[in-house]
């Protein structure tokens, strides 16, 4: 194995459009005029036209609802307003609506953005943009925080992340029940980390679960961990795993169900215990 620290780049010919853009964007949020959720909403589809309609940026009430422009256009110019779509987790009765709807602009936004050429693979404005997000987004968002494109939320408000949390390219994080990260953990491509379930009977009978990932923790790519999942500090999932018990510190599990396959060498002593049977998680 290699140690391969990332490497610092150049900045591009257009970094001060995008520091002045990135700043112009936390000012407003800093300083909603009025109403914040109103506010988020306009600055979501002020800041949606200007990337991806800028011929509509001055006149976009009258561009909706000018019957002389394509049907699809209006659509698609009136879906940059945020009080014009519907996300998921409207329809759930659990989303509490007094916190979600000041975050819904801010996730419209992320979402959206990561679908433009300015945004999807583009790392150093994407990153900026979407930590300037997550902290009025998140119950609680640590310094340092780093989202790859396409991450995905349930309620956005029930995330709590400390310090230095990475977080890589097409990930679910479901946090109807609330999700804890804690510091430097990092969750690989297209992760799912869950906090709800649904009753084998009724799909109806819906159970809300705090899903707990401590300080070090590896969720590698494609794993899954389920709703209620503790994973104690420095533990590892491996690829393609699904973690349906909690997940020892220390150690590295892999399979379905995961399993322990081993306890990381830097382990201290109690973790290296092994146990004949694992926790299982409240249900
Ligand atoms: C979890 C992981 C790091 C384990 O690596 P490791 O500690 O070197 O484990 P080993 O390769 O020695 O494997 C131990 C056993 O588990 C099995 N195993 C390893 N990874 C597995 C996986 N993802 N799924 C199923 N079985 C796996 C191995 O086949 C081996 O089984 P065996 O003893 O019957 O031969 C690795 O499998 C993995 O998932 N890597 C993902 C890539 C990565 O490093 N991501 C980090 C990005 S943050």
């Known amino acids: 194995m290699t140690f391969l620290p990332l490497r610092s780049l150049t900045p591009t010919g257009s970094a001060n459009i995008a520091d002045a853009w990135l700043e112009r964007i936390a000012d407003r949020l800093a300083n909603p005029r009025g109403d914040v959720a109103a506010d988020r909403a306009l600055l979501c589809r002020e800041t949606l036209v200007e990337l991806c309609y800028p011929e509509y940026a001055a006149n976009w009430d009258t561009a909706v609802a000018d019957g002389a422009l394509p049907m699809g256009t209006r659509l698609a110019l009136s879906a940059l307003d945020p009080r014009n779509i519907t996300l998921e987790p409207e329809f759930y009765s ?39 997000l997550a902290a009025r ?32 390219r097409h990930v679910l994080l479901d946090d109807r029940g609330g999700i804890r990260l804690g510091n430097g953990v990092s969750v690989s491509d297209y992760a799912n980390i869950y906090s709800h379930t649904h009753s084998i009977v009724d799909q109806r009978d ?71 049977s694992e926790h299982r998680i409240p249900r």
């Open 94 to 132: 659990d989303c509490d609506d007094a916190r979600f709807q000041p975050v819904k602009p801010l996730l419209w936004l992320w979402y959206s953005f990561d679908r433009t050429v300015l945004g999807g693979q583009n790392v150093t404005v994407g990153i900026r943009l979407r930590r300037l």
């Open 206 to 276: 819906v159970t809300n679960v705090l899903t707990v990932l401590e300080d070090g923790v590896r969720i590698t790519y494609h794993a899954t961990v389920l709703a209620g999942v503790h994973v104690g500090e420095q533990g590892m999932v491996g690829a393609s795993a699904v973690a349906t018990k909690d997940v020892r510190p220390y150690h590295v599990y892999v399979g379905i169900p995961a399993k322990s396959v081993r306890v990381k060498p830097n382990a201290p002593e109690p973790c290296t215990i092994l146990r004949t």
């Open 137 to 168: 987004i998140f119950k609680h968002c640590g310094s340092n925080f780093k989202a790859f494109q396409h991450v995905e939320f349930s309620f956005g408000y029930n995330m709590e992340v400390a310090d230095d949390v990475v977080i890589h």
